[in-house]
C-alpha cells in the first residue's frame, strides 16, 4: 500500500492533471464512432483516470497499464481493468487499434532526480524523452495494421524532437490537440502509418 495524503489520495500515484484531461477528451473524442471491437490501451495510466474516461464515454474495450504497482491498485479500486506492465511488454503482436500515452516528460537533471515512484511518473531524464523514445521504439508492435497512437507531449520535452524520432520510427505525426499553459503548451499527437 503506498503513502496517502490526508484526503485518502495515493501519493505514489499521479493523479489527474491538465494533461490526463486533454489526453482523455481528445481520445474519447477521436473514438466517438469506436465499437466494442476496438481495444484500446493506456500506456502508464497511473490513478485510471484517461481509461475510465475512454471506458465511459466510448464502447471501446480499454486496458491499462502502469509499471507502479501502488498506481496498479488504484486504477483497480476505480474499476479499470489494469496490469502493471512496463510500456508495451506483456501485450500481444497486433492486439490494439489504439494506444494512449500520457508519459513522464519534464526534463529533470539527474543530479535532482529523488527515485521514487512519483518522480517515476514525472520524470522524462534530461531532455524530457527518456520514457518517450523506447515507447515509440516498441508501441508499433503492439498495434493493429491500421491502429493508431495519441501521445501527448510538452513544449518542454521539444514536439518537434518528438515527431521527428516517431518519424524514425516509421510514424507519421500530426497535432490534434493542444492547449497553453504559461509555463508550457500541451500537444496530443496521433501518430500512424
Known amino acids: 500500500m503506498g503513502l496517502r495524503d490526508r484526503r485518502g489520495v495515493e501519493t505514489d500515484v499521479y493523479q489527474p ?8 477528451r481528445t481520445v474519447c473524442d477521436r473514438l466517438s464512432d469506436a465499437d466494442p471491437e476496438d481495444l484500446v490501451l493506456e500506456v502508464g495510466t497511473g490513478s485510471g483516470y484517461v481509461s475510465g474516461r475512454i471506458a465511459e464515454e466510448t464502447a471501446a474495450r ?3 497499464s502502469d509499471l507502479n504497482p501502488h498506481a496498479v491498485q488504484q486504477a483497480r479500486g476505480e474499476g479499470v481493468e489494469v496490469v502493471r506492465a512496463d510500456l508495451v511488454t506483456p501485450f500481444a503482436d497486433g492486439a490494439f487499434d489504439v494506444v494512449a500515452f500520457n508519459p513522464p516528460y519534464l526534463p529533470t537533471d539527474p543530479e535532482n532526480e529523488w527515485d521514487d515512484w512519483m518522480e517515476r511518473a ?5 531532455d524530457g524523452r527518456a520514457v518517450i523514445d523506447p515507447f515509440l ?5 503492439v498495434l493493429a495494421p491500421d491502429g493508431v497512437v495519441y501521445l501527448l507531449v510538452s513544449s518542454l520535452t521539444g ?3 518528438v515527431v521527428e524520432r516517431a518519424g524514425e520510427e516509421d510514424f507519421s505525426a500530426v497535432a490534434v490537440a493542444d492547449e497553453s ?3 508550457e503548451t500541451l500537444t496530443v499527437l496521433k501518430l500512424f502509418r
Open 17 to 24: 492533471a491538465e494533461d490526463s484531461e486533454l489526453l482523455a
Open 62 to 64: 480499454v486496458i491499462a
Open 122 to 126: 514525472l520524470s522524462g531524464g534530461e
Open 137 to 141: 521504439e516498441t508501441v508499433d508492435r
Open 159 to 161: 514536439v518537434d524532437d
Open 181 to 183: 499553459f504559461p509555463f
